[in-house]
Antibody
């Protein structure tokens, strides 16, 4: 059974940093692009970033480029999102999702709240 | 970047009705389009990819069509469990932008 489990969310002050993790199981992690997608409270879905199977290619939404960094460790079946210079508008549920375009599996999400 | 729009933003329909949601891309995207269903408080679920390919396990009352800039998601016979927000998403090249969503409920 494919599982994606996010962790690392929480409350952080504006300008602060947070690191999210996503642990994958039930499939060969190193064979798939992986993505982060977020959803602000009561709002729609927003793609954040994705990363190629070997980590050699990474893409970011304009809204996070230069502040967020996506990475992966295939030996640990894990995906990461380092978030710096956080803003109130980054408040959202952050989902880990399999695939670079369409996403057939999603985690349950982890809530990030940016507030003073 | 290519922008995605959806219409309508919300709709109410009766059980058994045929429901159609439209998604439009600001530039041609061939058939690189996916549809998701998100029920309240739940994780998004992939329904369709490549414009018309039904994801495994998705009921056959869901279908997708279109290519280029105009796409549709059709629910042939609305069921109570279909109450949800539906999102389109372009795929095939970055950024894989989502549409703003269409909220479907029961009349």
């Amino acid at each position: 059974e494919v599982q994606l489990v996010e962790s690392g969310g929480g409350l952080v002050q504006p300008g602060g940093s947070l690191s999210l993790s996503c642990e994958a199981s039930g499939f060969t992690f190193s064979n798939f692009w992986m993505s982060w997608v977020r959803q602000a409270p009561g709002k729609g879905l927003e793609w954040v970033a994705n990363i190629k199977q070997d980590g050699s290619d990474k893409f970011y939404a304009d809204s996070v480029r230069g502040r967020f960094s996506i990475s992966r460790d295939n030996a640990k079946n894990s995906l990461y999102l380092q978030m710096n210079s956080l803003r109130a508008e980054d408040t959202a549920i952050y989902y880990c999702a399999r695939g670079s375009g369409w996403h057939d599996y999603w985690g349950q999400g982890t809530l990030v709240t940016v507030s003073s | 970047d290519i922008q995605m729009t959806q219409s309508p933003s919300s709709l109410s329909a009766s059980i058994g009705d045929r429901v159609t949601i439209t998604c439009r891309a600001s530039q041609g995207i061939s058939n690189y389009l996916a549809w998701y269903q998100q029920k309240p408080g739940k994780v998004p679920k992939l329904l369709i990819y490549s414009a018309s390919t039904l994801q495994s396990g998705v009921p056959f009352r869901f279908s997708g069509s279109g290519s280029g800039t105009d796409f549709t998601l059709t629910i042939s016979g609305l069921q109570p469990e279909d109450v949800a927000t539906y999102y389109c998403q372009k795929h095939g090249s970055a950024p894989p932008t989502f549409g703003p969503g269409t909220k479907v409920d029961i009349k």
